[in-house]
């Protein structure tokens, strides 16, 4: 009788095409697989070697052209007027995460790998780390070539580097700020090392759409991490009744509120956080919603445990607009 035969119980089956599989791929064993990860998961298990020890390591997460970059460079600055030693890792191929924190384009993690043909013992730390406003060390992983690769290894190759050179000690907190919608596995490599997650969101149908889909994300990972939700953040709106609509209806929370303020524009086009401009009313205003999120989120948010919607009860609450 075949291994195959739907008389072996189906995980002898199961065993039976991955021993196939290996041997025709000329693998003795098979890379760390974590099923739970996800229904149909192949994401590749975090090594224990590259945990981040002693940080507070969050990954700020949204739609794409949310406001992620906005919220995790003035974070950052905010947490530095906490007194706190900030690392930031933009996950974004755009590599724009960083560019309020040190006024330029980064280059890549992935550029200089491929520079010194990935030898990275090669590198010095102020290759790939530039040192920010308020002495935040910015990193931009970069991305995969467009259409090809995988984001996760991206990000694994940065944490990598950044273990081997140091850089993860003497540092309060990690924000890892990731790029756009879930697409595939990859965009949740961070969550592999972070304590908490933070969803930004707009109080529109697509971007609360896209934090649904997130929540779902995190919590699949939250099986086999450490990674739990903290909460989000409603940016570049006035309102926020349908941002509490939902969360109302899932069980989540709203951490913090900025509106759609022209000083962060004009902050962008200065190249500065909103902490090098002027005291202007409405920037006094968001510095201080900024620190506000910032030492909530170090003293700890409760563990969070929302249930995401699925797709046609989050149209039924939200509508189509
Ligand atoms: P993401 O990182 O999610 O792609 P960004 O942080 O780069 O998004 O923001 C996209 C654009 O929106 C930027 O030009 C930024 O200046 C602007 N923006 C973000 N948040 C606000 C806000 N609260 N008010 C006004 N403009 C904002
Ligand atoms: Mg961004």
Same mark, same amino acid.
């Given at each position: ?107 890549? &993690? +992935?550029?200089?790998?491929? /520079?010194? #043909? ?5 590198? %010095?730390?102020?290759?790939? $780390?530039?040192?920010g406003y308020g002495g935040v060390k910015c990193v ?32 309060d907190v990690v924000i890892f700020d990731v790029l756009g919608d879930v697409v ?13 997650? &933070? +969803?930004?969101?707009?109080? /529109?149908? #697509? ?5 649904? %889909?997130?929540?779902?994300? $995190? ?103």
């Amino acid at each position: 009788m075949s291994p195959l035969d739907s008389k072996h119980p189906p995980a002898a089956r199961a065993n039976a095409r991955e021993q196939a599989g290996l041997k025709a791929r000329g693998l003795a064993s098979p890379p760390i697989l974590k099923g739970s990860d996800g229904e149909g998961s192949v994401q590749v298990h975090q090594d224990d070697t590259m945990k981040i020890d002693g940080a507070k390591v969050f990954a700020v997460y949204g739609k794409g052209g949310i406001g992620k970059s906005t919220t995790s460079s003035n974070l950052s600055a905010a947490f530095t007027k906490l007194g706190k030693r900030v690392l930031q890792i933009g996950c974004d191929p755009k590599h724009d995460s960083t560019f309020t924190l040190t006024g330029q384009l980064q280059p890549t &993690v +992935i550029d200089i790998l491929k /520079d010194v #043909d990935f030898h990275a013992e090669e590198l %010095r730390p102020e290759d790939f $780390v530039a040192t920010g406003y308020g002495g935040v060390k910015c990193v931009e992983a970069g991305g995969p070539p467009a259409g090809t690769g995988c984001g996760g290894y991206v990000v694994g190759q940065t944490v990598k580097l950044l273990k081997q050179h140091h850089m993860l000690e003497d540092t309060d907190v990690v924000i890892f700020d990731v790029l756009g919608d879930v697409v595939c596995g990859g965009f949740a490599a961070p969550l592999q090392h972070a304590d908490r997650a &933070v +969803i930004v969101t707009a109080n /529109d149908f #697509d971007s609360i759409y896209a934090m649904n %889909r997130i929540i779902a994300a $995190v919590q699949a990972k939250s099986v086999n991490y450490k990674v739990r939700l903290a909460g989000c953040v409603a940016n570049r709106s006035k309102d926020t009744d349908e941002v509490d609509r939902y969360c109302k209806t899932v069980g989540f929370d709203r951490i913090a509120h900025m509106p759609d303020i022209d000083a962060i524009r004009r902050s962008r086009l200065k190249k500065k956080t909103l902490f090098e401009m002027p005291d202007d009313d409405d920037i006094v205003m968001a510095r201080a919603e900024y620190v506000r999120l910032a030492s909530l989120l170090y003293r700890g948010t409760e563990e969070m445990a929302p249930a995401p919607l699925p797709d046609r009860e989050i149209f039924e609450l939200l509508g189509f607009d």
